[in-house]
């Protein structure tokens, strides 16, 4: 069975930093672009990020960039994203989701940003 | 304020059909496919409708896309209570280099 499971979500002080991750099996994981997407509470879907296959191709909503950085390790069919300097606003559940049609979702992991 | 744009609601009565529209640019929905999602509270959304038309299997034929131009719509007919849910429209944006999603239709079945 194709599955994407996220990890590593949790609270932290504005101006922490939190690092998820999202395991993938079932399914040749290199062979996919991955993309990271949240949900603020209450609020519609925000794409985050891309990756390409080999992850020289990278992508970052304006908001994220500079704080935020995807990264992939294929040998272990994993997606992370590390999240620095975070804010209230990046209060969301976070989904790992993958390309080309966002066909495959996590069930997300939860970040609140909060003092 | 969203690149592609949604109605924030949509409503019908068992039976009937419903439309939920998604307007966009040359950027996004022109030049690239459209792809739908349902989403119900709590959980993570599901692929309807990909290449603007086509649908996984196991999504009922109920489920229809359609796309014209810089505006797509998802159509449901013989609507279900098991129907009601949010429901988001995305596509690539090439001025942006990454997805945009609409900011949601949330659909009552009365």
């Not at chain 1, 609020?43 to 985050?48: C, D, F, N």
């Not at chain 2, 039976?15 to 996004?28: A, D, E, F, K, L």
Request: some cysteine; overall charge neutral; glycine content about 10%.
């Amino acid at each position: 069975e194709e599955q994407l499971v996220e990890s590593g979500g949790g609270l932290v002080q504005p101006g922490g930093s939190l690092r998820l991750s999202c395991a993938a099996s079932g399914f040749t994981f290199s062979s996919f672009t991955m993309n990271w997407v949240r949900q603020a509470p209450g609020k519609g879907l925000e794409w985050v990020s891309y990756i390409s296959h080999s992850g020289r191709d990278i992508y970052y909503t304006d908001s994220v960039k500079g704080r935020f950085t995807i990264s992939r390790d294929n040998a272990k069919n994993s997606l992370y994203l590390q999240m620095n300097s975070l804010t209230d606003d990046d209060t969301a559940t976070y989904y790992c989701t993958r390309d080309p049609r966002l066909d495959l979702w996590g069930q997300g992991t939860r970040v609140t940003v909060s003092s | 304020q969203s690149v592609v744009t949604q109605p924030p609601s949509a409503s019908g009565t068992p039976g009937q059909r419903v439309t939920i529209s998604c307007s966009g640019s040359s950027s996004n929905i022109e030049n690239n496919f459209v792809y739908w999602y349902q989403q119900f509270p709590g959980t993570a959304p599901k692929l309807l409708i990909y290449r603007n038309n086509q649908r996984p299997s196991g999504v009922p034929d109920r489920f229809s896309g359609s796309k014209s131009g810089t505006s797509a719509s998802l159509a449901i007919s013989g609507l279900r209570s098991e129907d009601e849910a949010d429901y988001y429209c995305a596509v690539w944006d090439d001025s942006l280099s990454g997805w945009v999603f609409g900011g949601g239709t949330k659909l009552t079945v009365l």
